[in-house]
C-alpha cells in the first residue's frame, strides 16, 4: 500500500535577503529585521549542496509526495508572503537544478522545463497564515488531514541542518500531540491531525542558517540535564 506523503517546506524572513530587505514587514505590517543576510545560502545553498528548496524539490520528487508545503507568512514584501515568494521561485528552478545540483536532479528527473513545471504546481500549496516555525504545522494540519484523513500517511519536514531539531520538535508536538509551542515550557492546545498513524521525519538541507551547522547547535537531553 502507498504511503500518501506531503512534504513541507519552512520558510525564511525575506528580510534576509538584501534586495527586499529594506521593504519587509511581518505579517502585522510591522517592518522586519534582518539580521543575517543569508536567504540565499539557506534557501538554495551551494553547488551540489542543496538549501531548503532544492532540498524539499528533490524530497517531493523522491518519495512520490502529493503535497508539497511552502511556509510561512511570517514575512511580506509587495504584498507576497515569504511563502508565496519561495514556492515560485521553487517553480521557475528547473535549468538552476539541473546546472546546481546534478548529483540529486539527473537522470530520473523530469526532461523538460514544462513537465517539471505541470508536476510541481501540481502539489505545491502556499501556507501564509502562520507567523512562525510552530505555527507554520498548525496551520499545516487541514492540509494533512484533507490528503490523508485518518489513513496511513507521511510529513517529510525540510529545513536547514542547525534548524531541523526544534522543527521536529514542533511538528510532532502539534500534528501529533495538539500542543502547539509558545515557550520551552509553555503549549497551547491546537487540533492535531487526525491520523494517528502518521509517520514524522525530517530532512536538513546541506546549509545551516546564521552562518552556522548542526555541530553548532545545542540541544537539551533529557538524559543528560548538565548538558544546555
Do not use: C
Not at 528548496?53 to 511552502?70: E, Q
Amino acid at each position: 500500500m502507498a504511503i500518501l506523503t506531503a512534504v513541507h517546506v519552512s520558510g525564511y524572513s525575506l528580510a534576509e535577503l538584501r534586495a527586499f530587505a529594506p521593504k519587509v514587514k511581518d505579517k502585522s505590517g510591522a517592518p522586519k529585521q534582518a539580521l543575517y543576510d543569508d536567504w540565499q545560502r539557506v534557501m538554495w545553498g551551494g553547488v551540489n549542496l542543496p538549501g531548503r528548496i532544492p532540498m524539499g524539490i528533490y524530497m517531493a520528487h523522491h518519495t512520490g509526495a502529493r503535497k508539497l508545503i511552502w511556509s510561512t507568512g511570517a514575512s511580506w514584501v509587495d504584498g507576497m508572503s515569504e511563502a508565496e515568494y519561495t514556492m515560485f521561485e521553487a517553480i521557475g528552478a528547473y535549468e538552476l537544478l539541473r546546472k546546481n545540483f546534478p548529483a540529486f536532479f539527473g537522470a530520473g528527473f523530469f526532461k523538460t522545463d514544462g513537465d517539471y513545471r505541470m508536476w510541481i504546481q501540481g502539489i505545491s500549496v502556499a501556507e501564509q497564515e502562520s507567523r512562525n516555525t510552530a505555527e507554520s504545522f498548525q496551520y499545516a494540519v487541514p492540509i494533512i488531514d484533507e490528503l490523508v484523513g485518518e489513513r496511513l500517511g507521511e510529513l517529510i519536514v525540510v529545513t536547514s541542518e542547525n534548524h531541523i531539531e526544534r522543527t521536529m520538535r514542533d511538528a510532532i508536538s502539534v500534528m501529533r500531540h495538539g500542543k502547539l509551542p509558545r515557550s520551552p515550557t509553555v503549549f497551547d492546545e491546537v487540533p492535531a491531525a487526525k491520523s494517528k498513524q502518521l509517520i514524522i521525519s525530517g530532512t536538513g538541507s546541506f546549509t545551516g542558517y546564521a552562518g552556522l551547522t548542526a555541530s553548532e547547535t545545542y540541544v537539551r537531553d533529557l538524559g543528560q540535564p548538565t548538558m544546555i
